[in-house]
Structures are given as structure tokens and as C-alpha cells.
């Protein structure tokens, strides 16, 4: 016998019910497109509302009536309507007494008021049971039925049972109900929509003050000491030759910053002697968006192959290429193979394809409908073990492309080193420390100190 899963048991069990009567207090626009929606899952709908005439826009099987009438009509309440217009409530105190009342409402900023919405609400109906819900669903996405990307519903509420009975209307609208506990996470709830990418500030920041500095870095060096010293204008590697330069130095810097804040956790937890102590707070921030971090960085090295790839149709390059080919044929002369640098073309070749290869089985990894499917022990094989190993392979590509040219006086252009030698630098620190960090000698009281051990068990707070 087949096993049903228990969400579509209970998913079946609940819209096999009657449904209940809902009331929608506003005609606004999110208020018309969870109505319609309503309607759709079998739920029978009375819009609240100033005016009792009937409109094109209301859905043509709801009801419409006054406030008062509307509210006696149904046991759950959604306000669809902003918070500076909630004054009406006040008089229909008697009226919401025991019924549960839905807030909707969002803000203009983070942190508007002092209390959240759902609280205020709560002051001025003493006596209904309040509950936070829909705030993260757009009313476009309820019109067009594209709710793949807000399938999420975070509510919060003090009455479990309101809270569930608010869970299962989510659940019939082919949601996903989310319980964020008590009132108190209102405020949070409340702030959600209103963050534009959070997590993704520090590696955009970081991105670009990295690219800004790189750009006239290699400008100077590439651009304006040939034109000042060789009179040569070089202004068009700009367009490619430069961005080719940038893109993988900033995807190797970015991934040596995933991993950077792992080993400088595990040097504190060393020198503490205990895990039960806070980092600080950089440090929490900075592990935080590592998942990011490695996504811009892994976007880098997507457009490092992109311009690799167009380097033979570029005209520089096959003027180059004929140059040196007329030259050879007019001195009657061919230069032979050289099977040293032919070994290291092809090893800084082999080892760019197989650092990009297992970069994007991180990118892929990192995705929820990827990681969700794998447990624990291989997602930390995969962004660990093979996370490092990456890094060696990048790192790796990058010294054997440019490890000939570290001694050469005509690399330091104004005593300036090529900028792919500054890239090295947080690479090979993090590989350094952290091969140190796997010796027995350090590699065991730090595993016993993650596993709960204490050298000073005082500290445990």
C-alpha cells in the first residue's frame, strides 16, 4: 500500500470540510485579489466595506455590506486596509469581541512605529484575537497565480487556535504557512518585505570596491605606463582585456573570503578553549552571507569564461597572431616547440577547467531545491571538502599562469606588481592556516572543543 504524505492528508482532510464564512474588511486591491482567491478555494466572502453598492471590480460571488453587518457574518476577520485608517475599528469594538482578526498590512520603512501593526491592532480591539498573515504575498501574485516565488506565509499570533484556523485558510490557498510564535514577531514579519537583499549588501559592497580599486589598478599599469614610457595606446583593453583580468582575480578573492571566516572561527575557538562564547558580531555578519559570497564569486568566474572564450575573435589578437606568422615567414625561420611552456599552457588550462567545473557543483549545491534533497554530511562534504578543493585548483591555476613572470623586473610597472600577484594573497593564507589547522596537534582539541569540551569550563554561559 501506497504511503500519502501527512501534509497531503491533511491538506485533504481540511478543504473536504465546508468551508467558513470569510470576511474582508477594504476593497483595496490586495483585499479584491485574496477575495477572488477565496472564492476560487470554495470559501464563501463578504467584503466589509463604506460603500454597499456592488462594483465590477469586487468578485460577482461576494457579498458586500456595511462594516457592522459584514463582521457579524463571519468568526475571521482579515483587515486588508493600512494602518492610519484602522480609527473605524474603534466603534465596532462589540461587534469583533472573539473573533479572529487577520492584519495584513505593511509599512512604508523598517521600524515605522514603535509597535507593529498587529500590536496596535491588538490595543484597539481589546477583544478579538489578532493574527499576522499574508503580509509577504503580493496582490499581483494572487491575480496572476504566479506564487511560486511567495509561496511562504509567515504568522504570528498569542491564540493557537486562531492561529491555526488562519494556517488552514493558507493551506487551502495552496500556500506554505510559516508559525513565527506569539505577537511579538509582528514587528519582524512586518520588516521582511521591506528588506531589499539583506544578506546581499556586504558581498555587493564588497564586490564592488574590489572591482573599482582593480580597474585603476590595471589601468594604470596596462593603459597609461605603455602610452607614458612606449607612447603605445592601449585604451581598447578596456573593453575586454581588463574585465578579463578583473573577473578572475575578484572570483578567486570572493572564494578565499568564503572560507577565510571558517578559519579565523576556528583560530577563536582554539584560543577560547570553548564553543560556548559568542564571536563578534563581524564575524557572525561575515559567516552569514559566506552563501553569497560565493555566488558573486562564482558569477565572476562565469564571466571570465564568457571573455575568455572571445579572445580569438578579438582583432588585437589576430593581428598578433598574423604578425608573428609574416614575421616567420619573411626570416625564413620557425621557432620550435617549446614542450615546457606547452606543459604549463595546458596544466593552467586543465586546472581553470576543473576549478570552474567544481565551482558551479558549489553554485548548484547551494540552491534550496538542491540542498534540500542531500543531508547534512554530504552538503558539508560538498561545501567543505570540495569547497577547498576548488580553491586549490583556482589558486593553483592562477600561480602556474603567472608563476614565471614573480621574479621579473618588467612585471613591477611603477613598482607596481601584476594585479593577479594581489589575488594570491588571501588565497594562499586561508590554504596555509587551514593545513595547519588539520594537524593532529590542533585538528583534535578542536573537534573536541566543537563537540562541547571546555579548557576553562567558567566560560560557559
Sequence with gaps: MNKIPSNIM?????????????????????????????????????????????????????????????????AIIIIAIQRQHYNFLAPLAENLHGKVLVDISNNLKINQYPESNAEYLAQMVPGAKIVKAFNTV???????????????????????EAKQMVMDIVRALGLMPLDQGSLLAAQEIENYPL???????????????????????????????????????????????????????????????????????????????TKYRRFPDWLDKWMLCRKQLGLVALAFASLHV??????????????????????????????????????LSDSYLALGILGFFLFVLLGITSLP???????????????????????????????????????????????????YMLSLIIPCIVLVVKFVLIFPCLDKPLTQIRQGWERNPQYSE
Design 306 to 343: 564568457v571573455y575568455t572564450l572571445v579572445i580569438p575573435i578579438r582583432s588585437f589578437v589576430r593581428w598578433r597572431i598574423i604578425s608573428h606568422t609574416v614575421s616567420e615567414a619573411l626570416n625564413n625561420k620557425t621557432e620550435p616547440l617549446d614542450t615546457t611552456n606547452a606543459w
Design 10 to 74: 491533511a491538506l485533504a482532510s481540511s478543504t473536504s470540510n465546508k468551508r467558513e464564512t470569510v470576511c474582508i474588511f477594504g476593497t483595496g486591491d490586495f483585499g479584491r485579489a485574496l477575495g477572488h482567491k477565496l472564492i476560487q478555494c470554495g470559501y464563501p466572502v463578504v467584503f466589509g466595506s463604506r460603500s454597499t453598492q456592488t462594483s465590477n471590480l469586487i468578485p460577482k460571488d461576494a457579498e458586500v455590506l456595511s462594516h457592522a453587518e459584514a463582521a457579524q457574518k463571519a
Design 369 to 419: 531545491s538542491v540542498s534540500n534533497n542531500v543531508n547534512w554530511r554530504e552538503f558539508r562534504f560538498v561545501q567543505s571538502k570540495l569547497g577547498y578543493l576548488t580553491l586549490v585548483l583556482c589558486t593553483a591555476h592562477t600561480l602556474v599562469y603567472g608563476g614565471k613572470w614573480f621574479l621579473s623586473p618588467s612585471s613591477y610597472r611603477w613598482y607596481l606588481p601584476n594585479a
Design 138 to 160: 503580493s496582490a499581483w501574485a494572487l491575480q496572476s497565480g504566479t506564487l511560486d516565488a511567495s509561496r511562504q506565509v509567515f504568522v504570528c499570533g498569542n491564540d493557537m
Design 195 to 273: 528588506r531589499l537583499f539583506p544578506m546581499w549588501k556586504f558581498p555587493i559592497l564588497l564586490s564592488l570596491g574590489l572591482t573599482t580599486f582593480f580597474f585603476f589598478y590595471c589601468l594604470i599599469r596596462d593603459v597609461i605606463y605603455p602610452y607614458v614610457y612606449e607612447n603605445k595606446d592601449f585604451s581598447f583593453f578596456i573593453a575586454i582585456s581588463i574585465p578579463n583580468r578583473i573577473c578572475p582575480i575578484l572570483a578567486l578573492i570572493l572564494l578565499a573570503l568564503v572560507y577565510l571566516p571558517g578559519v579565523l572561527a576556528a583560530i577563536i575557538q582554539l584560543y577560547r578553549g
